[in-house]
């Protein structure tokens, strides 16, 4: 029985795209908003849940780390994936007859370059798989979608371009997440721990909260921070580190963390993606 994967975007996303290269052999669902997303999961609809929480370009996705910390699914793994963005056209027209592309803010800014050399007026669209869509019902043969080989395929449209992006390692980072953490640790094998945070309200609060990590040598992957419902004096961080919570090292560095800080949640601990050994 293939696994259903819940992700957020219309069919032919790249999130669509990134479940299918993820678990070849899954059934991906698709959900309006990433609430939806997390419920379907939560409620048993899905097994996973697939979440894009930062791009090598674009930065961290809005929203993603607000909801996190909400939600009762737990991270479990780590996915990279390149985006490679395609220009698509109607089956009658081709590259010379295009005038205008449409698509999301950061397709179009990710492809600027690409554009002007082919003096192609950007239109911002809702989002890829969406403008991809649009395009094949009102068969323009001047207009184009940026968006991915996968909505190409679903809304029957020709590739006029492959990868047509300006930055060829424009990579998106995903979390697998699930309702609990039911697989065993793996031997020889790297982990990564994902948690939140809010420091106490005292003087060199987060330099002592962080000081364990230094003293333990654990090493920090990412440290974040945000407000918390629009406080300017609630400040929240997010922090991906090496190694896992069963480890002595974190161990000793969390409890120094509690000591200094009002609320500490873990939201997952995971293999660290085959990625990050190609690329560090």
Partial sequence: MSIKIAYQGRPGAYSHLAC????????PIACETFEEVFEKTHIGETNISLIPVENSQAGRVADIHNLLPRTKLV???????????????????????IKYAVSHFHALAQCR??????????????DTAGAAEILSKKENKETAAIASSL???????KILKKDIQDAHHNTTRFFIMKDKIAEKRIDNTKYITSFIFKIRNMPSALYKALGGFASNKVNMLKLESYMVDG????????????GHPDDE????????????????????????????????
């Fill in 20 to 27: 299918k290269e993820a678990f070849p052999k899954s059934v």
């Fill in 75 to 97: 991270i479990t793994g780590e996915f990279f994936f390149k985006i490679n963005h395609q220009l698509l056209g109607v089956k009658e027209t081709n590259l010379q007859n």
């Fill in 113 to 126: 370059e690409f554009l002007q050399a082919n003096k192609i007026k950007p239109i911002l669209g809702t």
């Fill in 151 to 157: 909505a190409a395929e679903i809304y029957n449209l």
């Fill in 231 to 242: 406080a300017f004096t609630a400040t929240q961080f997010f922090v991906d580190i090496e």
């Fill in 249 to 280: 090292n974190v161990r000793l560095a969390f409890e120094e963390l509690g000591f200094f800080s009002k609320e500490v949640k873990i939201l997952g601990y995971y293999p660290s993606d085959n990625f990050r050994k190609e690329k560090y």
